[in-house]
């Protein structure tokens, strides 16, 4: 299995599979804008402001999804100790950040007109923020060290730790008493929203994930030409060493 | 114009901002890696 993401990591990072990612992700974003703006109705009770809704969604789950992998990724380098998984770990952290850093502005931009305040220490709210703080961490932890192996396990053991709070702030809106709505499309039984309005969550569900497989080609390329620029400066250094 | 359309067109320009920022440091960061890794190795051959 590790050995068939690996190939498909291969093809997808390729410059062609960077070129057509992000024509498609440019093409999903233009058809999920015009499907939330245009298509989708105006939601009965918060009107027009309910839109914001169809870039919120997407943001927070493209951050569950980047953690995800930071944890898949993670698991895999512990495993096999091998560079590449690292380097997807790093990319897909970084990502993730921005998707939750994203969620947060848009929750807050949602929240003021509709909640009357840009921020409350809700639970979803706070368990976000605290998503936020980890992965931030994660970042910063990947800069104590500049021994590659040391950061990676690091690193790693983090991002597989990290991980718990994903299902801590999808559920949070269950467990405790929220401000924030409750699961209306991810639940058990049939999804409490209206035909058109579920197609452009969806779309921009599918447009988010295709633009976050296109930054992770970008990233995973700046990553390794990072990697290739501190093994050329480095060189000279260990050839006087050997 | 509707009430809190303000607020929708902040969260769309915030998330195109967001996302298109994100990737044109990116492609900096790419170029500029690529570039100073080809000048070590250049002035590495030449020495």
Redesign the interface.
């Known amino acids: 299995m590790a050995a068939t993401a690996e190939r498909a990591l291969g093809k997808a990072t390729s410059r062609n599979g960077e070129r057509t990612l992000g024509v498609a992700s440019l093409v999903a974003?233009a058809i999920s804008?015009l499907l939330s703006?245009v298509v989708a109705p105006?939601d009965a009770v918060q009107?027009?402001?309910q839109?914001?809704m169809y870039?919120?969604v997407p943001?927070a789950w493209l951050a569950y999804l980047s953690f995800f992998v930071v944890f898949g990724a993670s698991i895999a380098y512990l495993r096999t100790k091998k560079t590449r998984w690292d380097r997807v770990a790093a990319a897909s952290a970084e990502?993730g950040v921005?998707f939750t850093?994203?969620a947060i502005?848009?929750g807050m931009?949602?929240g003021?007109?509709v909640w009357g305040t840009w921020w409350t220490w809700d639970p979803r709210l706070t368990t976000t923020a605290v998503l936020l703080l980890i992965y931030i961490g994660y970042l910063a932890v990947r800069r104590i060290t500049d021994n590659p192996s040391r950061r990676a396990t690091w690193a790693a053991v983090v991002g597989i730790v990290g991980f718990i709070d994903v299902p801590i702030v999808h559920l949070s809106v269950v467990w405790w008493r929220s401000l924030h709505q409750g699961p209306t499309v991810f639940r058990l039984g049939a999804p409490e929203i209206q035909g058109t309005m579920l197609l452009a969550l969806l779309g921009g569900v599918a447009a988010f994930t295709i633009?976050y497989a296109?930054?992770m080609t970008?990233?995973l390329?700046?990553g390794r030409?990072?990697e290739?620029?501190a093994r050329?400066?480095l060189?000279?250094i260990v050839e006087v060493e050997r | 114009m509707?009430?809190?359309?303000g607020?929708?067109i902040?969260?769309?320009l915030?998330?195109a901002l967001?996302?298109g920022g994100?990737?044109l440091s990116?492609?900096s960061?790419?170029r500029n890696?690529?570039r100073?890794?080809d000048a070590?190795?250049q002035r590495?051959r030449e020495t």
Not at chain 2, 2 to 5: G, K, S
């Open positions: 974003l804008a703006l105006p009107g027009e402001v839109r914001i870039v919120h943001a990502i921005l850093a994203l502005a848009l931009l949602w003021k007109p633009t296109y930054l970008l990233r390329r700046v030409l990072e290739r620029e050329e400066a060189s000279p | 509707a009430a809190n359309v607020y929708v902040a969260a769309y915030v998330t967001a996302l994100y990737t990116l492609l960061r790419a890696a690529k100073r890794a070590i190795a590495r």
